[in-house]
């Protein structure tokens, strides 16, 4: 399917990013934690809250799981590559594109970690998480683009140039002998 999906790290940019890429492209927008929240009638805090981290990854599990678009682009939760039968499932409808940017970018750009609807094991901190979830990232990744010292048209730009980069690659024929 022709779908794009974007994961990374709370704070990189997915959802704002995802906007204006789905503009650029003429796609349409899913914001996946828009859909866990309307599907729980609670804000992501609240279904943490409530369910504890493990119940809220099922219902992310669930709902990502349960995603069905053509030609959009799904901004995700941050949260999603601990769900392997999602991750799978987005895999199968779209291109994965990590969004990356270090640490320290992305601890200037969050408040409170909490509020914002981040899954913390007690005494995690940001350090401890980006620790945990880049090598899932990177695993469930088809395209990793840098986007932490970019803007958002300049995200937005080198999002469009890898796509077109892999496309045209997966379609080259292969060398010859």
Not at 54 to 71: K, M, P, T
Not at 75 to 84: D, E, K, L, N, R
Not at 89 to 107: F, K, Q
Not at 138 to 157: C, F, M, N, S
């Amino acid at each position: 399917m022709n779908n794009i999906i974007l994961i990374g790290m709370p704070g990189v940019g997915k959802s704002t990013i995802g906007i204006v890429l789905a503009k650029v492209l003429g796609y349409d927008f899913i914001d996946s934690d828009l859909l866990i929240q309307k599907s729980e009638g609670k804000l992501l805090w609240q279904i943490m809250r409530d369910a504890g981290n493990e119940g809220f990854n099922r219902i992310e599990e669930r709902v990502n799981s349960g995603i069905l678009a053509e030609r959009s682009v799904i901004a995700t939760g941050g949260s999603v590559i601990y769900g392997p039968e999602a991750m799978e499932h987005l895999r199968s409808i779209g291109t994965v594109v990590y969004l990356e940017a270090d640490c320290p970018t992305l601890a200037a750009r969050l408040g409170d970690l909490t509020r914002r609807g981040v899954v913390l094991q007690p005494g995690q901190g940001l350090a401890d998480l980006y620790a945990q979830r880049v090598p899932l990232y990177q695993k469930y990744a088809h395209l990793t683009v840098p986007v932490g010292d970019r803007t958002v048209p300049e995200a937005v730009e080198a999002i469009t140039e890898a796509l077109a980069r892999s496309t045209q690659a997966f379609r080259s024929p292969a060398p010859q002998s």
